[in-house]
């Protein structure tokens, strides 16, 4: 059982970056290409939207977000342009995972304009 959850995870794996490269092909539409740019992203940012230490939630965007978001941009994508950027990713994968700073930073912001905005809401709350 555990082997088979490993082989699923380092297959995940793969398909992000896969679905990393096939965004930077000329022959992948641009609606797809934005899409594999946003997945990839944000399974590479070392920053979840939904933070690990929160109880349930925190490993829901691993286990449900990120696969379904592969699925579906895989499904953009021309078959053979995934096929060859499979073999690619194969090469490549031992090199490590690349991490996307700018949908890091993306994050962050989300996280601050949250922040900010729940603090405007209480401090009325607050200050009384």
Request: some cysteine; overall charge positive.
């Amino acid at each position: 059982m555990i082997d088979k959850w490993k082989r699923k995870a380092k297959n995940l794996k793969r398909e992000v970056y896969a679905l990393y490269l096939a965004y930077q092909d000329r022959r992948v539409p641009w609606y797809a290409k934005a899409f594999s740019a946003l997945v990839a992203g944000y399974a590479f940012s070392p920053i979840d939207l939904i933070p690990d230490f929160i109880p349930v939630l925190g490993y829901l965007d691993d286990l449900v977000l990120i696969p379904l978001g592969v699925t579906l941009a895989i499904r953009m994508i021309p078959p053979e342009v995934m096929k060859e950027c499979r073999v690619k990713a194969d090469q490549t994968i031992a090199d490590g995972k690349p991490v996307n700073r700018v949908a890091g930073l993306i994050i962050i912001f989300i996280w601050i304009a949250v922040i900010a905005w729940m603090f405007q809401k209480l401090w009325p709350i607050l200050k009384k």
